[in-house]
């Protein structure tokens, strides 16, 4: 079980004074785009040097290493990158199950990174992540270029791994109906601030 | 060192290869290829700063004073550390821009004089100008050149892929297995000018200061194991100069936290 506290988290374009995800819990970031909501999730993994405190359970973040803190909360990028030839290489403990929730059989490990199409990358970086075994997820609009069926696998996959381990997630995405799916609470973001809780 | 074969170059004899270097720049005008000047301002820079240089050996020759030998040093090493920060597209900010590939060819260039004068040449004084200077020059310039190809090369490709390092960084990986791969072929370009010249040498290409020994009277072996030993030397300079600089540089372009900063790096 994971929760994560961000306590007047700040740098510039960035403002979060009070946030709060539960144990197994996922809340959602909306706001227009520029509004800093990557911002915000880069500066809660320490991507970006920000003034303020996260804690991850009952453990600040200044009490882990950078790496460290990164590998236990992982901020999965809207585009993501690949450095290695093939995607095998990207991960150690790579779960067959994770990849067949995103669509993918084990063969896909072998495939060449250069051929994959954008939104099977982007299925791929969940999976990615989810071997490098999180406690907390920092999802910046993980479905952006995915279509209903694979929308919904991420959606079912990120609910399965929230049920099975107790991680929490945030969750940044546009889409109303999909925020009233996966999260629980919902917040808005302006000019880099987070606003007070949407209204259910 | 035998002078006797020594033929003495006369100021017609050069007058008359510089002829050659103003014909190409008429050449260059006429065929608007605009290096004319630029070929110019650098023959004009290398009579002057060679016959300067002339000069001040002669004078240092006649006195071997220690301490007009560490300010000569000292000049050539701050030359260069100007030139390696010049030739870089991207610097590191503040004081690390100057300091990471000067420092460097410092720790490189001078301890490999320092350790070839005690236990190969042995002049006395160790600090005898007739070779410390020659010595230094040779380091000192062909390390430059190791130096600022690799960190160019680190900050070239560090802005490049800066999303892959931050995909890794977001996975938990320390800084130094992040950027691993783009530090490995900082220091491989650096490399390459001086494996290709040991590869050449003799076949392809007669080494300049070989070729300035022979036509200085030397017996061809002798020129051929100096030559030989100063391969050796700078290929090991550059190493270590070029280790380095890509290990400073790249530990600059992180913070205490293993984030990549940007904002280290100009442009």
């Not at chain 2, 996975?171 to 050449?200: E, W």
């Not at chain 2, 061809?220 to 290929?235: D, H, S, V």
Request: charged share 20%.
């Amino acid at each position: 079980m994971s929760h994560l506290r961000i306590e007047h988290l700040k740098r510039p374009g960035v403002d979060a004074a009070e946030l709060y995800v539960d144990d197994a819990d996922c809340v959602a970031l909306h706001g227009p785009s520029g509004s800093g909501k990557s911002m915000l999730l880069r500066a809660i993994a320490d991507l970006d040097e920000a003034s303020g405190e996260v804690w991850l359970d009952d453990r600040p973040r200044s009490g882990f290493s950078g790496p460290a803190w990164r590998r236990q909360v992982i901020y999965v990028a809207a585009e993501s990158r690949w450095w290695d030839e093939r995607v095998r290489a990207h991960a150690t403990d790579w779960q067959a199950a994770d990849l067949e929730a995103v669509g993918f059989g084990q063969d896909v490990l072998d495939w060449e990174v250069q051929r994959l199409s954008s939104g099977e990358r982007q299925r791929l970086a969940l999976a990615r992540a989810l071997a490098y075994a999180p406690s907390a997820l920092l999802l910046d609009e993980p479905s952006a270029n995915l279509d209903g069926p694979n929308t919904e696998r991420i959606e079912a996959l990120v609910r399965h791994w929230r049920a099975h381990t107790g991680g929490c997630a945030l969750w940044v995405s546009h889409d109303a109906e999909q925020r009233a799916r996966v999260a629980s609470a919902s917040y808005p973001i302006h000019a880099g601030t987070l606003g007070a809780r949407d209204d259910d | 060192m035998t002078t006797d074969k020594l033929i003495i170059l006369s100021s017609a004899d050069l007058a008359l290869a510089a002829g050659l270097v103003l014909l190409l720049a008429a050449v260059s005008w006429r065929l608007r290829l605009g290096v004319g000047k630029g070929m110019l301002i650098a023959a004009v820079r290398s009579t002057v700063q060679l016959l300067l240089l002339g000069l001040v050996l002669k004078a240092l020759f006649s006195n071997s004073n220690p301490w007009l030998v560490a300010a000569l040093a000292t000049v050539m090493l701050a030359v260069a550390g100007y030139e390696v920060m010049a030739r870089q597209k991207y610097r590191l900010r503040g004081p690390w821009g100057y300091g990471t590939g000067t420092l460097s060819m410092f720790l490189s260039s001078f301890s490999i004089t320092v350790l070839a004068l005690f236990t190969m040449l042995q002049p006395t004084p160790w600090y005898d100008p007739q070779y410390l200077i020659p010595l230094l020059g040779m380091l000192l310039g062909n390390t430059m050149t190791g130096v600022a190809v690799s960190l160019d090369n680190l900050t070239r490709q560090t802005l490049d892929k800066r999303h892959e390092i931050e995909a890794r960084l977001a996975l938990g990986y320390p800084a130094t297995d992040a950027i691993s791969d783009i530090r490995r072929d900082a220091l491989r370009a650096g490399l390459i000018p001086i494996v290709n010249s040991m590869t050449t040498a003799g076949i392809v290409s007669l080494p300049g200061m070989m070729t300035g020994q022979i036509l200085a009277g030397s017996p061809p072996m002798e020129a051929a194991k100096y030559q030989l030993l100063i391969l050796f030397l700078i290929a090991a300079g550059t190493g270590l100069g070029s280790v380095v600089a890509v290990m400073l540089g790249s530990h600059r372009l992180f913070d205490s936290r293993s984030r990549l900063r940007r904002d280290h790096l100009t442009g």
